[in-house]
């Protein structure tokens, strides 16, 4: 595969998206481009993903400029996985879109920005450059804003206005963090910083700018900082709450490991002591809200948080373990949370509303979307043998290891928080005396079943089978150990 | 020069954050708007301002202008101009469709499936 297959992961989505705008009248022609796009997607990126396994790290220069002075996109076997699962949870939240949107929804350019979104996904997995990475931010983020606010209910209103607002603020943050890095290396080029960096060593200045890095990123991931998250991600369709459950966070997790590896790894007692901890209050924070609320969109949204915290809180150990353990989490939750909240908006539209309260015995009519949400429960909160023990396993033995038991102990025992917020759910929709008719019963509700299957699938193909995933988990934390990898890659030479 | 920058990006970074405390919705966007311009003026300052012919276009100046911080506020000019473009119609149909223009009020708002 030459480097200039690259592009295509952004080529892609972005031309497809274009050409749907002047298909706008026709719903069957915007979703054959969809679904044509997304198969591409998924086929280009797992090609990717194997010449980078065998090839070791692309990298291609923009335009023709060498590399510390053009724009570089690199794909190393982190951002080639990542490309991978937000393909795999692209083409899945399409098709159940084609089944819960609403029609007004797909005449209004829905499906263009789902794949604007997702460009702009995979512009930030791909970038080298450090203000590349903030325009792909943008290009994501404008289209998230759109995609939350489309339909235009009132609830959608204002909580488009909330998180826009926060964005609006994060934004110019990132740009002033950009500012000072500049001022101080003289370079934007991720892997030229990253020398730059080393070379010079990491400062009170330069560690006090990876501290607004790591403000600016947790704003975006839900870091600590989460308080648009609940209700942006429940105001939103469920579909499109699928789509930013499963990429949006991860995209800000994403920076955080690739600024802290490879950028500025030289610090830990200041940079990862506050990740470690500001993982730890996010995990309290998100596990307390996900208990407290008894409506289903808001213990979903919740328990997106606590997945960040405890990700981040593996970041901030920065072993080989612990980031491995990392990789494999955030892997497995873009899976688990895009199979989450497509069940349960199945769930809110098979009973029309969102309070647990109200729903009763649904499982004896959908005795498939039952079975289907306590494998994704039992896969979000960590039983084996599905993806999520696998993760938590390697993430919770990292921190015995690196003897962060507190840390660790939060970690364990969130997760029971979770797993008892997500029976909730399950117990009071599923069981019971059914309050569905026999008549209303099989009217709702379409779509779910071929992508919900897809991702569960997935899920426990991951925790049987993560023998054949580890390989190429450990091919990417090779880079991140070895930062002067990367930097060769991009640099070339010595 | 660029110490006289550095001042007025304070200010605008004052002004900025004072008005996105504020709940009414116009106020917030016109905060954001100036905290944007002021981390564009930042990043100007933070660039250097060096006097010199443009880059690129000869070969015989002596001393050439950074083009990189002018790029870099180019490209974020015109998405904080989408943003604010985007917010302001955003608020304007939240207006339309709910005639409060004031966050405190939008509380009260619930979910409707």
Same mark, same amino acid.
């Given at each position: 595969m030459s480097p200039n297959a690259l592009i295509l992961p952004l080529l892609v989505p972005l031309s497809a998206g274009i050409a749907m705008v002047f298909a706008r009248r026709s719903r069957v022609a915007q979703r054959w481009i969809a679904m044509a796009a997304a198969a591409l997607l998924v086929f280009i990126s797992f090609r990717l993903a194997e010449a980078v396994y065998q090839n070791g790290i692309l990298s291609l220069n923009l335009g023709g400029w060498p590399a510390p002075f053009g724009i570089v996109l690199v794909a190393d076997m982190l951002s080639a996985l990542l490309v991978l699962a937000s393909s795999i949870v692209l083409i899945t939240c399409l098709i159940y879109a084609f089944g819960a949107l609403e029609e007004r929804h797909e005449h209004h350019y829905v499906y263009p920005f789902l794949l604007f979104l997702v460009c702009g996904v995979h512009g930030s997995f791909l970038t080298g450059d450090a203000f590349n990475l903030f325009v792909f931010f943008e290009v994501m983020l404008i289209s998230s804003y759109v995609l939350l606010s489309l339909g235009g209910r009132r609830i959608q209103l204002r909580e488009s206005i909330k998180y826009v607002a926060i964005n609006m603020v994060a934004s110019p943050l990132f740009v002033i963090a950009i500012a000072y890095l500049y001022a101080l290396t003289g370079t934007l080029n991720m892997a030229h910083l990253a020398e730059r960096v080393a070379e010079a060593g990491q400062d009170g200045l330069l560690t006090t700018v990876s501290l607004l890095f790591l403000i600016v990123f947790g704003i975006k991931a839900a870091?600590? =900082?989460?308080? &648009?998250l609940p209700g942006s991600y429940s105001a939103a369709p469920a579909p499109i709450a699928a789509i930013f459950a499963a990429l949006l966070t991860k995209v800000g997790i994403y920076a955080i490991l690739r600024f802290f590896t490879l950028i500025f790894p030289h610090e830990p007692q200041v940079t990862h002591t506050a990740m470690i901890w500001l993982g730890a209050a996010t995990m309290i924070l998100g596990a307390l809200g996900a208990v407290s609320h008894w409506g289903i969109r808001r213990i979903l949204a919740y328990n997106v948080i606590v997945s960040v915290g405890f990700i981040v809180f593996a970041i901030g150990m920065a072993g080989a373990d612990a980031l491995a353990g990392a990789l494999y989490y955030l892997l497995h939750d873009m899976i688990a949370k895009a199979l989450l909240f497509i069940l349960g908006g199945a769930i809110i539209q098979i009973a029309? /509303? @969102? $309070?647990?309260? @109200?729903?009763?015995? =649904?499982? $004896?009519? $959908?005795p498939l979307l039952g079975w289907l949400f306590l494998l994704a429960v039992l896969s979000v909160a960590g039983i084996?043998?599905?993806?999520g023990f696998v993760g938590k396993f390697m993430i919770l033995e990292a921190g015995v290891r690196h003897g962060q038991y507190a840390v660790a102990a939060v970690g364990l025992l969130t997760s029971l928080l979770v797993l008892y917020s997500l029976m909730k759910v399950f117990v009071q929709s599923f &069981?019971?005396? /059914?309050? =569905?008719t026999e008549s209303e019963a099989?009217? /709702?509700?379409?779509?779910?079943h071929a992508p919900a299957l897809i991702l569960a699938f997935l899920t426990a193909a991951m925790g049987l089978a993560a023998n054949g995933v580890l390989p190429y988990i450990s091919a990417a934390v090779d880079v991140m150990a070895n930062p002067e990898l990367y930097i060769r890659a991009v640099l070339g030479g010595s | 020069m660029e110490t006289f920058l550095i001042i007025v990006c304070g200010v605008l970074f004052g002004c900025g954050t004072y008005m996105l405390l504020s709940r009414q919705v116009l106020k917030i966007i016109f905060g954001a708007a100036l905290f944007t311009h002021a981390a564009h003026l930042l990043l100007l300052a933070m660039g250097g301002l060096k006097k010199g012919a443009p880059p690129l276009l000869g070969e015989e100046a002596g001393a050439y202008a950074d083009p990189i911080p002018q790029a870099l506020i180019l490209t974020s000019i015109v998405i904080s101009f989408a943003l604010t473009a985007f917010m302001l119609v955003l608020a304007y149909r939240t207006y339309a469709e709910t005639g409060m223009s004031d966050l405190e009020q939008m509380k009260g708002l619930e979910y409707e499936p």
């Open positions: 870091l600590f =900082l989460f308080v &648009w029309g /509303t @969102d $309070r647990l309260r @109200d729903i009763a015995g =649904l499982i $004896r009519y $959908r084996p043998p599905l993806s &069981w019971g005396e /059914t309050f =569905l099989f009217f /709702t509700g379409k779509g779910f | -």
